[in-house]
């Protein structure tokens, strides 16, 4: 039986923030104090993968200044 694998949809700021249980101003935050949020920038918004923040949060680096 053959996998189908789904390409990973981008998220908002509105649901990264949900995701990971803070307010969409503090991931703002973290990015004009230039931590080390994975993102990337679409157009004029920045956008998250679930699956980099959930890496990002397990590396610890979400805990880091």
Known sequence: MSEIIKEESWIGTKEAAEYLGVKPATIRDWIRKG???????????????RSELEEWIAS??????
């Open 35 to 49: 931590k080390d949020i994975p993102r990337k920038k679409i157009g004029k918004a920045w956008k998250f993968k």
């Open 60 to 65: 610890g680096k979400s805990a880091m200044d």
